[in-house]
T-cell receptor
């Protein structure tokens, strides 16, 4: 079994400040972890993924995520938030199940960047 | 342009009236999947397909059917819709079905209301 927890329904941050969106996961074996972003009235878009190697993963739009195996966390970060970053963010874990990929999403965190 | 196309974007129907939501991808992807998005529940997988004529149930398959007669198309069928199927639906695809490190490409979504 696998699961993803996003403990915050909403995160508010002032424009220009650093932001963090939290994610913890549970999966057997080595995890493949993803972040997706959903802008209003749009589908989800891929931001970044962790497969193996460097624990700090860099992605689109200046986002990065830090993988922490001991804490089973994969928090999304950005040094300086923009108003245009306001969106819904989903963390996801992926593994093979029955020989095929199985992706489980968190419930999503709404990021509000305040001008 | 590489994309996943869903139609329609919005659909209002009545209980019991059969409907089909279409999904098409132009990237020659093996894997296709349907999700529904509900507030507080995130994205839950309905059905997925590993290739032509190969489909399997996801986490919430009741009340839905799918088919994969061609590689590019993966329609979602609701034979007798009920109000609890009111939701935002997303189709997604990825290149390989047997790899769990592949990112998903999403359609723009279909907002379904069943009265």
């Amino acid at each position: 079994a696998q699961s993803v927890a996003q403990p915050e329904d909403q995160v508010n941050v002032a424009e220009g400040n650093p932001l963090t969106v939290k994610c913890t996961y549970s999966v057997s074996g080595n995890p493949y972890l993803f972040w997706y972003v959903q802008y209003p009235n749009r589908g989800l878009q891929f931001l970044l993924k962790y497969i193996t190697g460097d624990n700090l993963v860099k992605g689109s739009y200046g986002f990065e995520a830090e993988f922490n195996k001991s804490q089973t966390s994969f928090h999304l970060k950005k040094p300086s938030a923009l108003v245009s970053d306001s969106a819904l963010y989903f963390c996801a874990v992926s593994r093979l199940s029955g020989g095929y990929q199985k992706v489980t999403f968190g419930i999503g965190t709404k990021l509000q960047v305040i001008p | 342009e590489a994309q996943v196309t869903q139609n329609p974007r919005y659909l209002i129907t009545v209980t019991g009236k059969k409907l089909t939501v279409t999904c098409s991808q132009n990237m020659n992807h093996e894997y296709m999947s349907w999700y529904r998005q509900d507030p507080g529940l995130g994205l839950r997988q309905i059905y997925y397909s590993m290739n032509v004529e190969v489909t399997d149930k996801g986490d919430v398959p009741e009340g839905y059917k799918v088919s994969r007669k061609e590689k590019r198309n993966f329609p979602l069928i609701l034979e007798s819709p009920s109000p609890n199927q009111t939701s935002l639906y997303f189709c997604a695809s990825s290149l390989y079905a047997q790899a769990s490190n592949e990112k998903l490409f999403f359609g723009s979504g279909t907002q379904l209301s069943v009265l």
